[in-house]
Each structure stands twice: as C-alpha cells, then as structure tokens.
C-alpha cells in the first residue's frame, strides 16, 4: 500500500537508496499498514473468512491483515520478501518463534497451529502434506508503480498452483486519480527520481489493471468492489514517515536525498493538513475477487 502501499522497489539502476530498512519496517507497522484496514474488513466479511479458511497472504507485510485474518479463526500463511516487516510479523503471530514449526493445537495467543510466517516466493511456502489454500490474498495495490502488474502476475503463477479449486484470489488496487488525493503526493516521488530515469516510478492507474491480470493468470473473474481507505495522520511528520515506507520513494531518496525528499514531500502535505495539525488523505481502492479453474 508488502506490499504499498507496494513492495518495495529498488532503482533499476543499482544505486542503493540511503534508507535504515530497520526503520522503514518499523514506520510501516506503526503508521501506515492501518491504513488499508477498510480494505481487509470488507474483503473478509464479504468471503466470510472463518475457521474454514486456509489463507495465503502474498506481500503479507508486517501481518496485520494476517492478524485480522487469524482473528476470525482463519490459519494464515504469511509470504513476503522483505526480512525486517516479517520480523514485525511473527512477533504480532508467533512470538518466541524462531523458525514455521507449528505448535500442537490451539495457541494461547488465538493464532491457530499451522499458521506460518514464510521469507522468500510463494513457491517456498508449499508443504506436500498441506491442504490447499481456500483464499489467497495480494492486498498490496497495484497501479501506482511502473512493473507492478507484472511482478503481482508472477507471484500469482507461483501462488495459485498452491490453491483448491475455486479458491478465491484476491487482488487490490488503487482507484481513480480523481478519487485518491494521496495521486498527487506521490507524483513527487516521479518528479524527484527523474534524473535516474527509473522504471519503478508512480504511474496512473488504469481501471482494467486487475481484470487482466487474473485474465494472464488463468482466474474467472467473481465480482468486485470499492472501499475508502483514508490516511489520516497525527502530523506531518507521521505522515511523510508512513508514506516513505511504502518504499515509493525510494528512488527519489537515491537520486537526491532523505532531506530533500522531506521538504518536497511536507510541501506537497500541506493542502491536507487540517488546523489542529492532523493530515487527511481521501482514497478509494478496489478489490477484485477471482477463482481458481
């Protein structure tokens, strides 16, 4: 919204940006994995997510929609690349875990055995001797970052393989510029990166995007819908944490700095800043529900 509101993308160039990930996890979980909360509580109610549910969380994050999930007593697999949010995330679901042995039974914590939390591709979280997953989830949006239809398309290929027949997938992305005021922050990610010339720059999203990638991915189509997703902030500086760690910036602290990326992006804050200090972002995002053959 890992995906981020996006997984997190490096430039394509080879420079490093000068970020502590540590940090960036951190500032995810605390600040702006809530924000896609409307997002997870629809997608759930309207799949009656429950006991019976074998959740695959693709780009899982630091785990907050897999918490969610493992509260209405769904067991939920975790998959992300990203070392430091899934650190977050077996604190919030497996804490004293170490590694994805399941304990016996029922855990005190409410988090079902079985439940595991995977480093690495969808692929790497197939056991022979698990049942297929009923639900997969990519709840990162796509259509803000040049190449994330096609990154999301491969995950898929590797997650639906993983699934029973007529699992439902779920696929996320962000609405209508005109219906995200959040769009026009995030241009200053593009604007700042430009002497990079970086592929994986915000992007208009197109309102086919999430159609056709379930069309690529072999999955018919079983309904859709829109939910608003404001992000609100305790201040502007919450707020410029929140949307770095969606790692959107990226490039544009790799081609100018973590200093100069703060002022742009504080600026661009303002009109959204209410007089008590608060920061309100308007956004609708839609969700996309599709079958396994």
């Not at 981020?4 to 993308?9: A, C, G, N, S, Y």
């Not at 899934?86 to 055995?113: C, K």
Request: net charge negative; hydrophobic share 40%.
């Amino acid at each position: 919204m890992t995906p981020t509101l996006v997984r997190q993308h490096l430039p394509r160039t080879g420079a490093v940006p000068r970020v502590d990930p540590r940090a960036r996890a951190r500032d995810w979980s605390e600040i702006q994995e809530r924000m896609l909360v409307p997002l997870y509580e629809a997608v759930y109610e309207r799949l009656d997510v429950g006991p019976a549910t074998r959740l695959l969380g693709l780009g899982c994050g630091s785990g907050l929609a897999l918490l969610m999930a493992a509260s209405r007593g769904a067991t939920i697999t975790g998959v992300d690349t990203s070392a430091d949010r899934l650190a977050l995330a077996r604190e919030r679901l497996l804490p004293g875990e170490r590694d994805e042995r399941p304990l016996p039974g029922e855990r005190d914590d409410g988090v079902r055995a079985g439940s595991r939390i995977v480093h690495g591709s969808p692929g790497e979280a197939a056991r022979a001797d698990a049942p297929a997953y009923t639900v997969v989830t990519a709840f990162e949006p796509i259509g803000c970052l040049a190449g994330d239809a096609e990154e999301l398309g491969e995950l898929l290929a590797e997650a639906t393989p993983l699934a029973a027949r007529g699992a439902a997938v779920v696929l996320a992305g962000w609405g209508p510029p005109e219906r995200c005021t959040t769009a026009s922050v995030l241009r200053v990610a593009t604007k700042l990166a430009e002497p990079l010339r970086a592929g994986g720059t915000w992007r208009p999203t197109d309102r086919d995007d999430l159609e056709r990638i379930a069309a690529r991915a072999g999955l018919r189509p079983d309904g859709s819908g829109r939910v608003a997703c404001p992000f609100g902030y305790a201040d502007v500086d919450s707020a410029v944490r929140g949307l770095k760690s969606t790692g959107l910036f990226d490039p544009a602290i790799a081609a100018t700095d973590q200093v100069q990326v703060d002022k742009e992006l504080a600026e661009a804050l303002h009109p959204y800043q209410r007089q008590d200090g608060t920061v309100w972002m308007p956004n609708v995002f839609r969700y996309l529900i599709a079958r396994t053959p």
